[in-house]
Each structure stands twice: as structure tokens, then as C-alpha cells.
């Protein structure tokens, strides 16, 4: 009994001491056995955990657009540089079409919603995004040596700030809301790329930039318009994919982004040029509408043409009825698009005429025909039934008398 007892008093002495180590444990000063013993006994995280986290606040940025977003949106430009065949025109959005109206409404932000005046000017004020100066032949140049400072663009367009002393590169200058000219754009230049994709064997295209226009009102006869930069639209589109916007005056829903309604070919507008130097033919002796009506049928022109080859792609050219002999001859001998025009309709008139002609004769003859063989076929002559014969009986009975 007392061997028992002595060694139920040591267990409980080691117990007491193995406690008070436990609590005075330190982690710097222990052993490597000691520091096996408690990574052993600390609960572990996984390291896909861990590299994920510490993967996600690297991509998080100030402008609340990640690294990821960013580089995702240099993947959407499609390098066209070996495409067989490439056009690049240069298209104005106005205010006045209603099919443009997200982009220009409202005209201050309200509460989710911005134009995209509003959302460019807000990331050329923070640094988030690259503009360039506006050439004097319309033609852009997006390389570094002809960037658009902020301070510049502000002095250059007489947009009223103030300067936060504390504060370094664009974020030092404050604009308050009513000083940004957003009301005064109502038309935007955008370079368009249309090119045959060899992978699908399709035209697609593609926006390479942007460039807002502002009307600027110098005399009571009308206004000016003065193109303010242009920006990169691969630049843009990481924030243009988070903006959201309503597709419809009549639809308030914002089931959709900006980003949506540029990738979509959502807009209208006329285009003014062509990489190639095309445009409409305008004079000074021009009035108006007849500017109008040339810059309408440039647009149309052109149209027509990036239509006319994705049509060709399809062989639908082959498909169009073509001229006959007699036609090729006429053009041979000298008639102009005119007189052959007029001829070919007229022949088309005669053939059409003469069709009818012989159709209503053939009508005509079928009738008489018809009337002739009713009249030289008698009618089948009744067959006459046999008459009663009288009764014999009776008969006999009256020669009695």
C-alpha cells in the first residue's frame, strides 16, 4: 500500500511540472525539439490558402482594379499586324442619336451611374489611365513622347482647380463637380478596326481608342468643336467593365456595362475617315445640308464597302444575276450606264407586256375552244321507253259486246 501511494504522489509531481513548462514556454528560446514539438501541435494552413490570399492583396490596387484585370484586358487586343486584310475607320458617336444615350447620360454622376466623360476624367485625375494629345490632322499618337499631362489639359481647356499642397502628381489638383465640362460633350471620335480573323474565318472588329469631343459655344451663330485627347481603349476597359449602365431610357434595369455596349457594336454613328486618308468631299461654298448630305453619303460609302467584302467571304456575290449577251453587246457598243439602264428596262417592260399578251391570248383561244365543241356535240337524244301494252283481258271483254 505504500509502494502505491509513493508512486501515485511522483506521478503527480511530474504532472505538476510538465504544466508549468507548458506555461512558460517560450518559442524564440526553445529547442529543436521543443519547436517540432509545438509546430506539431499548432493547427496548420494549408498553402494553397496562403498563396492565394497573399496573391490577392498583391493584385488589389488603389484604383480597386486588380493586376489580373488589367492584363486580361492587353489579351483582348488582337494583334492584326498579319491579317490578310484590315480597314480602320474613324467613326463619331453624337449625342443626338438615341442609340448613344449611356454613354452620355447622366450628365453627373448619380449614385452608380457616370458618363464616360465623367469616368475618364475621374481616372485622368487619379492616374489610373494614359492619355495623349489630339493631332491636328485628327490622326492619333499613342506613344509616351506625346502624353497629356493633367495639369496641362486643365490649363489648356480653362478647367478651374485647386491645388492640395499636400498632395503629389494628379491627385494634388481638385475639381469640384460643376467645373467638369461633361454637359459640354456631345460627340466622341472612335478609331475602329475591322480585320478578317483567320482562326474563324470571319471580319471581326475591334476598338483601338477614344476620344472625347467638347462643344465649346464662341458666338451666338453656333458652337466649336474642340477634341480634348485620346486614350487607349485597353486602358479604359478593365473600368468601362465595372461601370454599369442602362441600355434603355424607357428601362431603368443597369443589367449591363459599358464595356458591353462598345464590344456589342451597341452605338451609331457616321463615319468621317479612313485610315487611308478618305473623306468627304466638302467646300466652303457648301451650305449645311449639303455638308450634311456629302458627309452622310461618305458614311454610306464606306458602309457599303466592309459590307460588300463580309458578303464576299459567302460567294453571295455569285448569286446576282448577270447580264446576258445582248446586254454585254449594248455596253460594247458605246452606251453609257444610263442609256442601258433605261434600255434593259424597257426590254424587261416589252418581255413582261409581251408574256402577258400571249397568256391572255392563249386564255382566249382555250375559251372559244371550248364553246366550239359545246356547240358540235349534240345532246344524247333521250331513250324512248316502250309504251304500256293494254291488258289483254280487257281488251277481249269489250269486242264481246
Same mark, same amino acid.
Given at each position: 500500500?505504500?509502494?502505491?501511494?509513493?508512486?501515485?504522489?511522483?506521478?503527480?509531481?511530474?504532472?505538476?511540472?510538465?504544466?508549468?513548462?507548458?506555461?512558460?514556454?517560450?518559442?524564440?528560446?526553445?529547442?529543436?525539439?521543443?519547436?517540432?514539438?509545438?509546430?506539431?501541435?499548432?493547427?496548420?494552413?494549408?498553402?494553397?490558402?496562403?498563396?492565394?490570399?497573399?496573391?490577392?492583396?498583391?493584385?488589389?490596387?488603389?484604383?480597386?482594379?486588380?493586376?489580373?484585370?488589367?492584363?486580361?484586358?492587353?489579351?483582348?487586343?488582337?494583334?492584326?499586324?498579319?491579317?490578310?486584310?484590315?480597314?480602320?475607320?474613324?467613326?463619331?458617336?453624337?449625342?443626338?442619336?438615341?442609340?448613344?444615350?449611356?454613354?452620355?447620360?447622366?450628365?453627373?454622376?448619380?449614385?452608380?451611374?457616370?458618363?464616360? %466623360? /465623367? @469616368?475618364?476624367?475621374? #481616372?485622368?485625375?487619379?492616374?489610373?489611365?494614359?492619355?495623349? &494629345?489630339?493631332?491636328? *490632322?485628327?490622326? $492619333?499618337?499613342?506613344?509616351?513622347?506625346?502624353?497629356?499631362?493633367?495639369?496641362?489639359?486643365?490649363?489648356?481647356?480653362?478647367?478651374?482647380?485647386d491645388k492640395d499642397p499636400s498632395q503629389t502628381g494628379n491627385?494634388?489638383?481638385?475639381?469640384?463637380?460643376?467645373?467638369?465640362?461633361?454637359?459640354?460633350?456631345?460627340?466622341?471620335?472612335?478609331?475602329?478596326?475591322?480585320?478578317?480573323?483567320?482562326?474563324?474565318?470571319?471580319?471581326?472588329?475591334?476598338?483601338?481608342?477614344?476620344?472625347?469631343?467638347?462643344?465649346?459655344?464662341?458666338?451666338?451663330?453656333?458652337?466649336?468643336?474642340?477634341?480634348?485627347?485620346?486614350?487607349?481603349?485597353?486602358?479604359?476597359?478593365?473600368?468601362?467593365?465595372?461601370?454599369?449602365?442602362?441600355?434603355?431610357?424607357?428601362?431603368?434595369?443597369?443589367?449591363?456595362?459599358?464595356?458591353?455596349? %462598345? /464590344? @456589342?457594336?451597341?452605338? #451609331?454613328?457616321?463615319?468621317?475617315?479612313?485610315?487611308?486618308? &478618305?473623306?468627304?468631299? *466638302?467646300?466652303? $461654298?457648301?451650305?449645311?445640308?449639303?455638308?450634311?448630305?456629302?458627309?452622310?453619303?461618305?458614311?454610306?460609302?464606306?458602309?457599303?464597302?466592309?459590307?460588300?467584302?463580309?458578303?464576299?467571304?459567302?460567294?453571295?456575290?455569285?448569286?446576282?444575276?448577270?447580264?446576258?449577251?445582248?446586254?454585254?453587246?449594248?455596253?460594247?457598243?458605246?452606251?453609257?450606264?444610263?442609256?442601258?439602264?433605261?434600255?434593259?428596262?424597257?426590254?424587261?417592260?416589252?418581255?413582261?407586256?409581251?408574256?402577258?399578251?400571249?397568256?391572255?391570248?392563249?386564255?382566249?383561244?382555250?375559251?372559244?375552244?371550248?364553246?366550239?365543241?359545246?356547240?358540235?356535240?349534240?345532246?344524247?337524244?333521250?331513250?324512248?321507253?316502250?309504251?304500256?301494252?293494254?291488258?289483254?283481258?280487257?281488251?277481249?271483254?269489250?269486242?264481246?259486246?
Open positions: 500500500m505504500q509502494r502505491i501511494q509513493s508512486i501515485l504522489i511522483v506521478l503527480l509531481a511530474l504532472t505538476l511540472t510538465l504544466t508549468a513548462e507548458a506555461q512558460n514556454f517560450d518559442p524564440l528560446s526553445a529547442t529543436t525539439t521543443d519547436s517540432t514539438r509545438v509546430a506539431t501541435e499548432l493547427p496548420r494552413q494549408r498553402p494553397t490558402a496562403r498563396q492565394r490570399r497573399a496573391q490577392k492583396e498583391q493584385e488589389t490596387q488603389t484604383d480597386g482594379v486588380s493586376i489580373r484585370a488589367k492584363n486580361y484586358a492587353d489579351q483582348q487586343v488582337k494583334d492584326t499586324e498579319t491579317a490578310p486584310w484590315r480597314r480602320v475607320i474613324y467613326r463619331q458617336l453624337s449625342i443626338d442619336s438615341l442609340a448613344n444615350a449611356p454613354i452620355f447620360r447622366p450628365v453627373r454622376p448619380s449614385g452608380q451611374l457616370q458618363s464616360l %466623360f /465623367s @469616368l475618364l476624367f475621374k #481616372r485622368f485625375n487619379d492616374g489610373s489611365i494614359t492619355v495623349y &494629345e489630339y493631332e491636328d *490632322l485628327g490622326y $492619333e499618337n499613342l506613344t509616351p513622347e506625346r502624353q497629356l499631362r493633367f495639369e496641362d489639359f486643365l490649363d489648356r481647356f480653362g478647367i478651374v482647380y491627385r494634388a489638383f481638385k475639381i469640384l463637380p460643376v467645373d467638369i465640362p461633361t454637359q459640354s460633350i456631345h460627340n466622341y471620335y472612335v478609331k475602329e478596326e475591322y480585320y478578317y480573323d483567320v482562326k474563324t474565318s470571319d471580319v471581326s472588329s475591334q476598338i483601338i481608342a477614344i476620344c472625347p469631343v467638347m462643344d465649346d459655344e464662341i458666338s451666338m451663330e453656333g458652337s466649336v468643336r474642340i477634341p480634348l485627347f485620346w486614350v487607349k481603349y485597353s486602358d479604359v476597359q478593365p473600368y468601362l467593365s465595372q461601370q454599369p449602365i442602362m441600355l434603355s431610357t424607357k428601362n431603368n434595369a443597369t443589367t449591363a456595362t459599358m464595356d458591353d455596349f %462598345f /464590344s @456589342l457594336n451597341l452605338y #451609331r454613328g457616321q463615319i468621317s475617315m479612313t485610315l487611308g486618308g &478618305e473623306t468627304a468631299e *466638302l467646300n466652303s $461654298e457648301m451650305s449645311d445640308s449639303t455638308a450634311m448630305a456629302a458627309r452622310q453619303a461618305f458614311s454610306n460609302q464606306i458602309e457599303g464597302e466592309l459590307k460588300q467584302f463580309e458578303e464576299s467571304l459567302y460567294g453571295t456575290e455569285y448569286t446576282k444575276p448577270e447580264a446576258s449577251d445582248s446586254d454585254l453587246q449594248e455596253g460594247r457598243d458605246g452606251e453609257d450606264d444610263s442609256e442601258l439602264d433605261t434600255a434593259r428596262a424597257r426590254r424587261s417592260q416589252e418581255l413582261r407586256e409581251g408574256k402577258s399578251q400571249r397568256k391572255a391570248a392563249k386564255v382566249t383561244k382555250a375559251k372559244k375552244k371550248s364553246r366550239t365543241t359545246k356547240k358540235a356535240t349534240p345532246k344524247a337524244a333521250k331513250a324512248e321507253q316502250p309504251k304500256q301494252s293494254k291488258s289483254t283481258t280487257t281488251r277481249s271483254v269489250r269486242n264481246r259486246f
